[in-house]
């Protein structure tokens, strides 16, 4: 559009010249020396603003990166959080069941010293049949830590169950004081190595809720 003016002023220029108006050629040098300096702005103008846009898209692109950068961060603490409260949610839970195992075992032996009380006085006390809590949750909820005392508890507590149960059979049969004496004894004798392995859980507990505690700090 530049070149078609300037052609056109030149026309005019020869048109005018020869008539011989020398005004006209000052007025015409100067038109087009404002035309080339609008145009060297416009030049500029349109460079300046390629740059402009050209940075706009580079802050542009860099601002997504640090939102995609920022949005991975945000995915990555929130997992780390969420994992951290799993962590101690799952600490509290095996924390509470070793305390209702600590009362399971504690609720076991009282049944039982009921049913060997009863067993031997023959004070006509229905036998009560101790719970599995115990080792229900011990199996469920720690299958590894307490498994080899658990196991020995299982073993005593079925043999303590099982002479006990003897006992009361024998109330008010004819099978001699001696007999009858000598089954007590015995089942007294079991009772103590039951005692004894619950003991041995009960030690285990602690020790499984000490390293309970470690982990949670």
Known sequence: MIEKTAEEIAQLV??????GNEWFLVFTLLVFFLLSSGAAMIGAYLSTRGRNAAMRADFNAKLDNIKTETEAIKIVQEKIENEFTLKHELLKVKRE???EIYMALHSEHDELS???IGATAEDGRKYVYPSNRSQMLSYLHFPEELRKEMDA?????NLI???ILELTKMQGTDNGCSN???KVKESNDVFD???VAKSNVEMKLEEVMK???????
């Open 14 to 19: 020869i048109d005018k010249s020869y008539w």
């Open 97 to 99: 069941k070793l305390e």
């Open 114 to 116: 009921y049913n060997l």
């Open 153 to 157: 508890y299982t073993k005593s507590k």
């Open 161 to 163: 169950s099982s002479r």
């Open 180 to 182: 009858i004496q000598e």
């Open 193 to 195: 190595q039951f005692k």
């Open 211 to 217: 390293n309970l505690t470690k982990l949670s700090n």
